[in-house]
């Protein structure tokens, strides 16, 4: 299993920079809220978002599988410009959640990029941004794997159920959940699972308002 990448990238953005003139951010994180909440630090959700893209393997088919010594870096490097206390499970869950997150964004991106090319020999020519060939070889066998390739197969048909354009038919109240939806099915297929067309919905309606909809 492949351990840290290190991949040259300034994580600084320019308003990280101003706002640590004054020291460490601190980042106010209410009693039972979650990092599924990303209003609750902009700048925090992107920072973890650069250090996992530059740290993190992503030959690995799921977050579970990344090593904990790589999560634990970027924890650490988290501590560096963030005052945040991991003993407080609001902070540690909020940070975790996070780095979660960022992780399947970025390997969902890999995945459409992935789909461009009609031969492995026309994608290796052409690497994820900041993402060497060797390492692009390791995470386009994963998306080439039988077992990915599988559940990829899957995923499209269940796509094709969903029949999402007709989203009035199944009561989608706006267009932040018409794009969740189309979200959470990139991301079931980047990371080869099999999901069914009730999983999905449930997922961003909420499971009653999917069983009386459904």
């Known amino acids: 299993m492949s351990g840290i990448r290190h991949v040259r990238g300034n994580t600084h953005g320019i308003a990280l920079l101003k706002a640590r003139t004054g020291g460490k951010l601190t980042v106010h994180i209410p009693n039972g809220r979650t990092g599924d909440d990303d209003k609750a630090s902009p700048m925090l959700s992107s920072h973890i978002g650069a250090l996992v893209q530059q740290h993190v393997p992503f030959e690995t088919s799921k977050w579970k599988e990344v090593p904990g010594e790589v999560k634990s870096y970027v924890m650490n490097r988290v501590l560096d410009d963030f005052q945040l206390d991991y003993d407080q499970a609001k902070d540690h869950i909020t940070v975790?959640?996070?780095?979660?997150t960022a992780y399947?964004?970025?390997?969902n991106r890999m995945f459409q990029h992935y789909s461009v090319f009609n031969s492995k020999e026309e994608a290796l020519e052409h690497p994820y941004p900041d993402m060497n060939k060797e390492e692009w070889t390791r995470v386009y066998d994963l998306f080439?794997?039988?077992e990915f390739q599988r559940r990829s197969a899957i995923n499209k048909e269940n796509r094709a159920k969903l029949k999402i354009v007709h989203t009035s038919e199944r009561g989608l109240s706006n267009a932040r959940e018409f794009e969740k939806i189309e979200a959470l099915q990139l991301q079931h297929e980047s990371e080869g699972k099999s999901y069914t067309e009730v999983e999905i919905f449930a997922e961003v309606l909420g499971r009653k308002r999917v069983?009386?909809?459904v």
């Open 96 to 100: 975790t959640s996070t780095m979660n």
């Open 104 to 107: 399947r964004t970025h390997k």
């Open 211 to 213: 069983m009386c909809e």
């Open 144 to 146: 080439m794997s039988e």
